[in-house]
């Protein structure tokens, strides 16, 4: 499991305290202190640190899948990439691969409608969805925006890989909603292209979905608010990392360690009495 996207950690059991302690550089975040950001995976519950170079966690996920098929592990790697990774040729080349050797493994390509500044139709004359086909993977394209269809579409494409029938490329359409980074101002897409999307925010959407069903939406946030903020204050008394420690764990030391699914005790890192990966 590699993750681009902040949420699938959360979703991965890596606890909020935890990623606030890893953005404040906190000796009990995920990295030990080691990176104040995204760089980061839980080995204890299956996740493999992001590797930045785009699309690099395509062919880190097939490799993976084919240590899984090797093995006999009934297991599925699953990683995400944006619609710009696809020029790349990391892309096609773990897109072959994982297909002719039916590889266990499910890309989620999210596409947001620009990479940086350059819209779709600058970047490529095929959807890359498409080019799935072409490679022996299945394509299939979902309403990002939707989440239980993204849901049912990877649940659907886990099967699949668990069943030997080889990769899925999972595109989700949605749209980025603000500049790529703090610096884009984003004066480059027109509003009434932002108008359409904001219309169909996925949280909106979600909501009025499970209202409809009678949940409390609101009791449900203000209980997630809560459990936030008791996390990001035990966060801020966590302690800095000892300067003394700085270079351990940055490198591999000794055996390598299996990889973790979260469900049996792990006797890594966590042994020597720290959680880094
Ligand atoms: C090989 C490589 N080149 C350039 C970058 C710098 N970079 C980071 S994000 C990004 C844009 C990616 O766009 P897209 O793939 O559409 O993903 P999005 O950020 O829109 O989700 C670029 C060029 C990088 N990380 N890796």
């Known amino acids: 499991m590699l993750h681009r996207d902040l949420a699938a950690h959360l979703v991965r ?52 899948a084919m240590a899984f098929k ?23 080349e773990a897109m072959n691969w994982a297909a002719l050797q039916r590889l266990p493994v499910i890309f ?26 072409a490679y022996g993977a299945v394509g299939q394209t979902v309403d990002g925006n939707d989440v239980e269809a993204v849901f049912a579409a990877t649940l659907r494409a886990r099967e699949r890989a668990l069943d030997g029938a080889g990769p899925t490329l999972i595109e989700a359409v949605t749209m980025r909603m ?4 703090a610096h884009d101002d984003m004066r480059y897409v027109p509003a009434e ?17 499970l209202q409809a069903q009678g949940v409390d939406v609101e009791a449900t946030r203000n209980a997630v608010a809560e459990q936030l903020d008791a996390a990001l204050a035990r966060a ?19 055996e390598a360690e299996p990889l973790g699914d979260g469900q049996a005790p792990y006797s890594g890192y966590a042994a020597r009495g720290t959680d880094r990966v």
């Open 13 to 64: 059991g890596v606890e909020p305290e935890r990623i606030f302690a890893q953005y404040m550089g906190r000796a009990s975040g995920i990295t030990g202190g080691r990176d104040g950001n995204v760089h980061f995976g839980d080995r204890r519950l299956g996740c493999v640190g992001m590797v930045s170079m785009l699309p690099d966690m395509m062919p880190v996920a097939a490799g993976m």
């Open 70 to 92: 090797l093995r006999g592990e009934r297991r599925c790697a699953l990683t995400w990439l944006g619609d710009g990774a696809t020029s790349r040729g990391d892309f096609h």
């Open 108 to 133: 989620v390509l999210e596409n947001n409608q620009y990479a940086y500044s350059t819209p779709l139709r600058l970047q490529f004359a095929v959807d890359p969805v498409e080019r799935a086909a």
């Open 178 to 181: 603000h500049g790529h980074a």
């Open 193 to 209: 292209q932002l108008e359409h999307w904001r219309a169909r925010d996925p949280i909106m959407l979600q909501q009025a979905r």
């Open 236 to 254: 801020l008394q966590q302690p800095l990392p000892d300067p003394a420690s700085a270079t351990e764990g940055v490198f591999c030391e000794g």
